[in-house]
Protein backbone atom coordinates (compact mmCIF):
# COMPACT_ATOMS: atom_id res chain seq x y z
CA UNK A 1 0.00 0.00 0.00
CA UNK A 2 1.59 3.12 -1.03
CA UNK A 3 2.31 6.28 1.73
CA UNK A 4 0.94 9.25 -0.28
CA UNK A 5 1.42 13.05 0.95
CA UNK A 6 -1.77 13.53 2.29
CA UNK A 7 -1.35 10.15 4.27
CA UNK A 8 1.71 11.88 5.91
CA UNK A 9 0.09 14.77 6.82
CA UNK A 10 -3.28 12.75 8.60
CA UNK A 11 -1.35 10.56 10.17
CA UNK A 12 1.08 13.25 11.48
CA UNK A 13 -1.93 15.11 12.58
CA UNK A 14 -2.87 12.09 14.71
CA UNK A 15 0.20 12.67 16.31
CA UNK A 16 0.00 15.90 17.17
CA UNK A 17 -3.30 15.93 18.23
CA UNK A 18 -2.44 12.92 20.61
CA UNK A 19 0.11 14.87 22.20
CA UNK A 20 -1.35 17.57 22.58
CA UNK A 21 -4.67 15.97 24.59
CA UNK A 22 -2.99 12.80 25.98
CA UNK A 23 -2.03 14.52 29.33
CA UNK A 24 -4.25 17.64 29.43
CA UNK A 25 -7.45 16.66 31.02
CA UNK A 26 -9.57 17.01 27.55
CA UNK A 27 -9.36 13.45 26.28
CA UNK A 28 -7.50 12.46 23.88
CA UNK A 29 -9.88 9.34 22.59
CA UNK A 30 -12.41 11.60 22.25
CA UNK A 31 -10.46 14.19 19.93
CA UNK A 32 -9.07 10.69 17.95
CA UNK A 33 -12.83 9.77 17.72
CA UNK A 34 -13.59 13.08 16.32
CA UNK A 35 -10.74 13.74 13.76
CA UNK A 36 -11.48 11.30 11.16
CA UNK A 37 -15.53 12.43 11.04
CA UNK A 38 -14.25 16.53 11.21
CA UNK A 39 -11.90 15.26 7.95
CA UNK A 40 -14.07 13.07 6.18
CA UNK A 41 -10.75 10.19 6.82
CA UNK A 42 -11.62 6.81 7.46
CA UNK A 43 -11.42 5.90 11.18
CA UNK A 44 -7.23 5.67 11.77
CA UNK A 45 -8.19 2.39 14.16
CA UNK A 46 -7.17 1.78 17.54
CA UNK A 47 -3.15 0.25 16.14
CA UNK A 48 -2.91 3.81 14.75
CA UNK A 49 -4.43 5.62 18.29
CA UNK A 50 -2.08 3.32 19.94
CA UNK A 51 1.11 4.00 18.68
CA UNK A 52 0.09 7.55 19.11
CA UNK A 53 -0.06 6.56 22.60
CA UNK A 54 3.42 5.22 23.04
CA UNK A 55 4.86 7.90 21.84
CA UNK A 56 3.37 9.78 24.80
CA UNK A 57 4.21 7.00 26.98
CA UNK A 58 8.01 8.01 26.09
CA UNK A 59 7.49 11.35 26.82
CA UNK A 60 5.98 10.78 30.31
CA UNK A 61 8.71 8.45 31.45
CA UNK A 62 11.57 11.23 30.19
CA UNK A 63 9.61 13.93 32.46
CA UNK A 64 8.99 11.77 35.43
CA UNK A 65 12.11 10.07 35.04
CA UNK A 66 13.30 11.16 38.63
CA UNK A 67 10.38 9.30 40.60
CA UNK A 68 10.61 6.22 38.31
CA UNK A 69 14.32 5.82 39.08
CA UNK A 70 14.09 6.48 43.06
CA UNK A 71 10.78 3.91 43.03
CA UNK A 72 13.63 1.68 41.30
CA UNK A 73 16.13 2.26 43.74
CA UNK A 74 13.25 1.69 46.60
CA UNK A 75 12.27 -1.75 45.14
CA UNK A 76 15.61 -2.61 44.67
CA UNK A 77 16.64 -2.33 48.34
CA UNK A 78 13.47 -3.67 49.58
CA UNK A 79 14.51 -6.45 47.54
CA UNK A 80 18.07 -7.06 48.72
CA UNK A 81 16.63 -6.26 51.96
CA UNK A 82 14.84 -9.43 51.94
CA UNK A 83 17.38 -11.68 50.59
CA UNK A 84 20.16 -10.64 52.74
CA UNK A 85 18.64 -9.65 56.04
CA UNK A 86 21.86 -7.96 57.37
CA UNK A 87 22.74 -5.57 54.33
CA UNK A 88 22.66 -2.21 54.80
CA UNK A 89 20.31 -0.76 52.29
CA UNK A 90 18.26 2.08 52.94
CA UNK A 91 14.66 1.64 51.78
CA UNK A 92 12.79 4.72 50.64
CA UNK A 93 9.29 4.10 52.32
CA UNK A 94 7.61 7.54 50.61
CA UNK A 95 8.24 5.64 46.98
CA UNK A 96 7.56 2.33 48.50
CA UNK A 97 4.23 3.96 49.21
CA UNK A 98 4.16 5.54 45.90
CA UNK A 99 4.42 2.49 44.07
CA UNK A 100 1.56 0.89 45.80
CA UNK A 101 -0.56 3.77 45.01
CA UNK A 102 0.22 3.45 41.75
CA UNK A 103 -0.59 -0.33 41.21
CA UNK A 104 -3.73 0.02 43.93
CA UNK A 105 -5.02 3.11 42.03
CA UNK A 106 -4.60 1.19 38.05
CA UNK A 107 -6.19 -2.09 38.88
CA UNK A 108 -9.79 -1.32 38.19
CA UNK A 109 -9.38 0.32 35.00
CA UNK A 110 -6.93 -2.51 33.66
CA UNK A 111 -10.09 -4.84 34.61
CA UNK A 112 -12.42 -2.46 33.26
CA UNK A 113 -10.26 -2.61 29.76
CA UNK A 114 -9.96 -6.07 30.01
CA UNK A 115 -14.19 -6.26 29.60
CA UNK A 116 -14.47 -3.27 27.29
CA UNK A 117 -12.21 -5.59 24.87
CA UNK A 118 -14.36 -8.65 25.23
CA UNK A 119 -16.99 -7.35 24.22
CA UNK A 120 -16.26 -3.88 21.81
CA UNK A 121 -18.94 -1.94 22.37
CA UNK A 122 -19.70 0.56 19.69
CA UNK A 123 -20.86 3.32 21.16
CA UNK A 124 -17.51 3.88 22.78
CA UNK A 125 -16.48 5.28 18.68
CA UNK A 126 -19.82 7.45 18.59
CA UNK A 127 -19.28 11.43 18.30
CA UNK A 128 -22.17 11.79 20.61
CA UNK A 129 -20.71 9.75 22.98
CA UNK A 130 -17.93 12.45 23.22
CA UNK A 131 -19.91 15.45 23.16
CA UNK A 132 -22.19 13.94 26.14
CA UNK A 133 -18.75 12.77 28.19
CA UNK A 134 -17.06 16.25 27.73
CA UNK A 135 -20.46 18.23 28.90
CA UNK A 136 -20.32 16.34 31.92
CA UNK A 137 -17.07 15.61 33.07
CA UNK A 138 -16.16 19.14 32.17
CA UNK A 139 -18.78 20.13 34.97
CA UNK A 140 -16.89 17.81 37.24
CA UNK A 141 -13.80 18.78 36.82
CA UNK A 142 -14.90 22.65 36.95
CA UNK A 143 -16.62 21.56 40.69
CA UNK A 144 -13.90 19.68 42.39
CA UNK A 145 -11.24 22.66 40.96
CA UNK A 146 -13.04 24.76 43.22
CA UNK A 147 -11.92 22.21 46.53
CA UNK A 148 -9.82 24.17 48.38
CA UNK A 149 -8.04 21.70 50.86
CA UNK A 150 -5.28 21.64 49.32
CA UNK A 151 -2.97 18.21 50.30
CA UNK A 152 0.44 19.28 48.10
CA UNK A 153 2.47 16.38 48.87
CA UNK A 154 1.70 12.76 47.16
CA UNK A 155 2.98 11.36 50.53
CA UNK A 156 -0.75 12.11 52.41
CA UNK A 157 -2.16 10.02 49.71
CA UNK A 158 -2.79 6.94 51.20
CA UNK A 159 -4.12 3.50 49.91
CA UNK A 160 -7.57 4.42 49.96
CA UNK A 161 -7.91 7.52 48.16
CA UNK A 162 -5.53 6.04 45.68
CA UNK A 163 -8.49 3.39 44.86
CA UNK A 164 -10.97 5.85 44.43
CA UNK A 165 -8.96 7.85 42.06
CA UNK A 166 -8.44 4.09 40.23
CA UNK A 167 -12.46 3.83 40.37
CA UNK A 168 -12.57 6.71 38.76
CA UNK A 169 -10.08 6.15 36.14
CA UNK A 170 -12.50 3.09 35.25
CA UNK A 171 -14.42 5.89 33.14
CA UNK A 172 -11.82 7.24 31.10
CA UNK A 173 -12.91 3.66 28.80
CA UNK A 174 -15.26 6.37 27.63
CA UNK A 175 -14.07 8.58 25.04
CA UNK A 176 -14.72 11.90 25.52
CA UNK A 177 -14.18 11.34 29.49
CA UNK A 178 -10.18 12.57 29.81
CA UNK A 179 -8.01 9.57 31.81
CA UNK A 180 -6.16 12.68 33.28
CA UNK A 181 -9.05 14.53 33.50
CA UNK A 182 -11.26 12.05 35.87
CA UNK A 183 -7.85 11.29 37.68
CA UNK A 184 -7.03 14.94 38.69
CA UNK A 185 -10.99 15.69 39.08
CA UNK A 186 -11.03 12.57 41.91
CA UNK A 187 -7.86 13.98 43.35
CA UNK A 188 -9.03 17.49 43.62
CA UNK A 189 -12.29 16.34 45.80
CA UNK A 190 -9.81 14.81 47.44
CA UNK A 191 -7.92 17.84 48.86
CA UNK A 192 -5.02 17.05 46.73
CA UNK A 193 -3.49 20.61 45.31
CA UNK A 194 -3.55 21.02 41.69
CA UNK A 195 -0.14 20.01 40.79
CA UNK A 196 0.16 16.63 42.77
CA UNK A 197 -2.98 15.70 41.29
CA UNK A 198 -1.29 16.24 37.61
CA UNK A 199 1.68 14.56 38.70
CA UNK A 200 0.19 11.64 39.72
CA UNK A 201 -2.04 11.53 37.15
CA UNK A 202 1.19 11.15 34.99
CA UNK A 203 2.35 8.31 36.99
CA UNK A 204 -0.90 6.99 36.55
CA UNK A 205 -0.61 7.06 32.37
CA UNK A 206 2.05 4.87 32.61
CA UNK A 207 1.00 0.92 33.35
CA UNK A 208 -2.27 2.18 31.44
CA UNK A 209 -0.49 3.17 28.55
CA UNK A 210 1.34 -0.01 28.76
CA UNK A 211 -1.48 -2.39 28.94
CA UNK A 212 -3.15 -1.35 26.33
CA UNK A 213 -0.14 -0.71 24.33
CA UNK A 214 0.78 -4.28 24.48
CA UNK A 215 -2.16 -5.84 23.18
CA UNK A 216 -2.69 -3.60 20.52
CA UNK A 217 1.21 -4.19 19.48
CA UNK A 218 0.77 -7.45 19.04
CA UNK A 219 -2.05 -7.12 17.03
CA UNK A 220 -0.02 -4.79 14.46
CA UNK A 221 3.00 -7.00 14.60
CA UNK A 222 0.80 -10.10 13.97
CA UNK A 223 -0.79 -8.33 10.58
CA UNK A 224 2.43 -7.75 9.11
CA UNK A 225 1.75 -4.42 7.90
CA UNK A 226 5.04 -2.85 6.76
CA UNK A 227 2.52 0.41 5.92
CA UNK A 228 0.85 0.28 9.15
CA UNK A 229 4.40 -0.32 11.08
CA UNK A 230 5.56 2.23 9.29
CA UNK A 231 2.87 5.05 9.89
CA UNK A 232 3.20 4.09 13.43
CA UNK A 233 6.57 4.79 14.19
CA UNK A 234 6.20 8.13 12.45
CA UNK A 235 3.29 9.17 14.34
CA UNK A 236 5.11 7.31 17.70
CA UNK A 237 7.89 9.99 17.22
CA UNK A 238 5.76 12.70 16.75
CA UNK A 239 3.44 12.31 19.59
CA UNK A 240 6.68 12.03 21.52
CA UNK A 241 7.75 15.46 21.01
CA UNK A 242 4.68 16.89 20.91
CA UNK A 243 3.43 15.70 24.59
CA UNK A 244 6.57 16.48 26.26
CA UNK A 245 6.36 20.54 24.72
CA UNK A 246 2.90 19.72 26.54
CA UNK A 247 3.66 18.08 29.87
CA UNK A 248 6.04 21.08 30.34
CA UNK A 249 3.73 23.84 29.43
CA UNK A 250 0.91 22.23 31.62
CA UNK A 251 3.02 21.94 34.72
CA UNK A 252 4.14 25.32 34.69
CA UNK A 253 0.16 26.95 33.82
CA UNK A 254 -0.82 25.26 36.99
CA UNK A 255 1.76 26.79 38.93
CA UNK A 256 -0.34 29.76 38.43
CA UNK A 257 -3.65 29.17 37.04
CA UNK A 258 -6.50 26.80 37.63
CA UNK A 259 -8.54 24.18 35.33
CA UNK A 260 -11.38 27.22 33.87
CA UNK A 261 -9.99 27.47 30.63
CA UNK A 262 -9.87 23.61 29.78
CA UNK A 263 -13.62 23.10 31.13
CA UNK A 264 -14.65 26.12 28.93
CA UNK A 265 -13.04 24.16 26.17
CA UNK A 266 -14.81 21.29 26.82
CA UNK A 267 -18.15 22.27 27.33
CA UNK A 268 -17.70 24.52 23.96
CA UNK A 269 -16.61 21.63 22.13
CA UNK A 270 -19.39 19.63 23.29
CA UNK A 271 -22.40 21.69 22.54
CA UNK A 272 -20.78 22.31 19.25
CA UNK A 273 -20.77 18.74 18.49
CA UNK A 274 -24.45 18.35 19.46
CA UNK A 275 -25.71 21.59 17.69
CA UNK A 276 -23.52 19.59 14.39
CA UNK A 277 -25.39 16.45 15.07
CA UNK A 278 -29.02 17.79 15.93
Not at 57 to 80: D, H, P, Q
Not at 193 to 210: H, K, N, Q, T, Y
Amino acid sequence: MAFSLSDFFYYSLVAVVQGITEFLPVSSSGHLVLLPDILGNADQGLSIDVAAHIGTLLAVIIYVRSEIFKIYLALRNLILGKLYPHSNTIVDRQYILIFKLIIIATIPVIIAGFFVSLYKLEFLRLVQTVAVANIIFALFLWHSDKNHQNKQDLDKMGLKEAFFIGLAQMLAIIPGTSRSGVTITMARYLGFGRIVAARFSLLLSIPVIIAAGFLQTLELLKSENLFLLNTAFIIMIASFFVALAVIHAMMSWLRKRDFSWFVYYRLALGFIILFVIY
